[in-house]
């Protein structure tokens, strides 16, 4: 799943994927201001931690979550083809807006985070409303020669998508059912990506209560709420030194802000959040690994994360919850107390499930 870091000129959201991916680009990688690069991020899951400390594994694998880079977002570079394809194949937005005060980092106008979600969101909404414009013509056309039930549908539904768009409200706002998304899925609407507002805050001897505040203080309370949207908040200027630091360093710097996780970690989770996955874990003394799958997700498709074999051959899945293992002590505990459940195929997998996989393959 990836998620594209978008922002207006002079944000930090560069910085930002440097430190999330700590990617190490060469000199001179943007001298194509157009060019997107790809990096991964580890999400931070204390949950595992605590199971790997139980088993003490050969190897620790956390799930991650793919970030994309691209320039700076406007009017002018949504009409060019290779800025907006790099957007279309994201499955998330992260957009980060200056809410810094620094005169030696240019800007126009007033510090203003509402107003260039306003600007920006509005952009990719016209952006869209031009592929609506298009295929609707196509689709007059097309019923002009053979109608269909399936075409007479895309129809009313481009149709209502144009006519929510001029509202000037985001598809990602618009109710759609399961075979609408199925049939606008191709078009990967920009205004449609679930999104998450990464507010980039002032340093501060307060920065624990800041980043908490952060999101009233700048009035984000209302749109953060909106569906398939969030908001969360940074110091790209302290992330950048922790970046740098030993854990340890990191933990003792973080607690002189009165903070116990870092921005990125929280907006690494909240990423996670807003594709709609979850975690389920699998624990043993050669490795504690951390799956990804969607939220609602089958028992057996569940399986089929880990190996397509799995899910083919699946028979039954030994399951219990992370903390009440941690409880336990051990499974063997856990299976004298009658904690640790047999489950079928259509199990629906919970976030922080530990499964182990029964399968005739």
Not at 99 to 116: E, T
Not at 194 to 201: D, R
Not at 253 to 264: A, D, I, P, V, W
Not at 333 to 353: F, P, W
Request: proline share 3%.
């Amino acid at each position: 799943m990836k998620t594209g870091i978008i922002g207006l000129p002079q944000v930090g959201k560069t910085s930002l994927f440097k430190i999330l991916t700590k990617a190490k680009l060469e000199a001179g990688a943007y001298s194509n201001p157009r060019e997107a690069h790809i990096g991964v991020a580890k999400v931070p899951d204390d949950r595992l931690d605590k199971l790997a400390a139980l088993y003490s594994p050969k190897k620790l694998v956390h799930a991650s979550v793919e970030y994309v880079d691209v320039a700076a977002i406007g009017a002018e570079a949504l009409k060019e083809t290779a800025f907006t394809a790099s957007l279309r194949e994201v499955d998330a937005l992260a957009h980060v807006i200056r809410a810094f005060d620094d005169p030696a980092i240019p800007h126009v106008g007033p510090i203003d985070p509402l107003r260039d979600i306003r600007n920006v969101d509005f952009d990719l909404m016209v952006s869209d409303l031009g592929q609506v414009e298009k295929r609707l013509e196509r689709l007059e056309k097309d019923l002009k020669k053979q109608k269909t039930a399936e075409i007479e549908k895309e129809f009313d539904l481009i149709k209502r998508a144009k006519a929510h768009l001029e509202t000037e409200k985001p598809l990602r706002e618009m109710e759609m059912s399961a075979d609408d998304k199925k049939r606008v899925r191709g078009f990967m609407f920009l205004s449609e990506k679930p999104i998450l507002y990464v507010l980039n805050v002032n340093e501060s001897s307060e920065l624990g209560s800041e980043l908490e505040n952060a999101v009233q203080k700048f009035s984000l309370a209302e749109v953060a709420l909106r569906p398939n949207a969030g908001a969360t908040a940074i110091c790209g200027k302290v992330e950048a030194e922790l970046a740098e630091m030993s854990d340890a360093e990191a933990a003792e710097f973080l607690s002189s802000y009165g903070l116990k996780e870092s921005g990125l970690t929280r907006l690494i989770r909240k990423t996670y959040e807003l594709l709609g996955m979850i975690s389920f874990f699998t624990v043993g003394e050669d490795e504690c690994r951390a799956w990804t799958v969607e939220r609602n997700s089958r028992a057996q498709n569940a399986a089929g994360a880990i190996h397509s074999d799995l899910e083919k051959h699946f028979i039954r899945a030994e399951t219990i919850h992370w903390d009440t293992l941690l409880d336990a002590g051990s499974e063997a505990n856990a299976k004298s107390r009658g904690t640790l459940r047999l489950e079928g195929k259509d199990y629906i997998v919970k976030d922080g499930d530990v499964m182990h996989i029964r399968h005739s393959g």
